[in-house]
């Protein structure tokens, strides 16, 4: 038996396989227009949510380090100016 395709936001069967595909993820496939245009608003919020922010605290004895919202070193500066100077500019790029 094989796999019977189906939409990768509500589960129903593809008609003969065929179905919607996104711009930006075209390994997915969607039964209609809406189901294509409710997940990728879905994924859309999921983004804005997911948009990083920064922080910076001291690290050893003269030096500063930059921390994404995750936890994750960025960098570390000597100078707190150019850890909030990091900070401003990779707010920037967002």
Same mark, same amino acid.
């Given at each position: 038996?094989?796999?019977?395709?189906?939409?990768?936001?509500?589960?129903?069967?593809?008609?003969?396989?065929?179905?919607?595909?996104? /711009?930006?993820?075209?390994?997915?496939?969607? +039964?209609?227009? =809406?189901?294509?245009?409710? @997940? &990728?608003?879905?994924?859309?919020?999921?983004?804005?949510?997911?948009?990083?922010?920064?922080?910076?605290?001291?690290?050893?004895?003269?030096?500063?380090?930059? /921390?994404?919202?995750?936890?994750?070193?960025? +960098?570390?500066? =000597?100078?707190?100016?150019? @850890? &909030?100077?990091?900070?401003?500019?990779?707010?920037?790029?967002?």
């Amino acid at each position: 038996m094989y796999d019977v395709p189906t939409c990768h936001y509500c589960g129903k069967p593809l008609a003969d396989g065929k179905g919607f595909v996104s /711009y930006w993820r075209t390994h997915l496939r969607f +039964c209609s227009i =809406v189901c294509l245009e409710t @997940a &990728e608003a879905e994924w859309g919020q999921k983004l804005l949510r997911a948009i990083p922010t920064y922080r910076f605290e001291k690290y050893g004895l003269r030096n500063w380090a930059v /921390y994404d919202s995750l936890g994750a070193m960025v +960098c570390v500066t =000597v100078y707190k100016k150019g @850890a &909030e100077e990091v900070i401003r500019r990779l707010s920037v790029r967002r």
